[in-house]
């Protein structure tokens, strides 16, 4: 009993650890998966006019230095690539647009998958299978 529980307590103080390297990875695939289904979704809506939008769009990781184990994708268009700055506009709409909601649909769409991804990361930096 005693090992029992000296191997669990273990397990806890290393599970943070397991679980911050490999929750970068479902982090980085999740942002990868929204970024390349946001373009998708931006080719089949924009018009004639913002041909080059899909093409601006990108994400960046945040790896937290000052706050240890933050993790962060910021997906969407790049306002210094070319029809980036159209974003807002052609995501939230105008009063004389409607919304696309490309991004949106997108970050919908993969939410199913990168919760259950967290969730097993979570789950296997326990040993709780």
Do not use: C
Request: proline share 6%; charged share 25%.
């Amino acid at each position: 009993m005693t090992d029992d529980l000296r191997s669990l307590a273990h397990d806890i103080r290393e599970a943070p650890k397991k679980a911050q390297v490999e929750a970068v990875g479902v982090v980085r695939k999740g942002a990868l998966d929204v970024k390349n289904a946001w373009r998708d979704n931006a080719k089949a809506t924009a018009d004639q006019h913002a041909k080059a939008y899909p093409y601006s769009i990108s994400f960046d990781m945040i790896l937290g230095a000052a706050l240890v184990g933050h993790i962060e994708a910021v997906i969407g268009p790049d306002k210094s690539k070319n029809q980036g700055p159209l974003g807002n506009l052609l995501e939230f709409g105008s009063p004389t647009s409607p919304p696309h909601n490309d991004g949106g649909r997108a970050l919908d769409a993969e939410a199913p998958q990168f919760e259950a991804a967290l969730a097993k990361v979570a789950l296997d930096a326990l040993g709780w299978h």
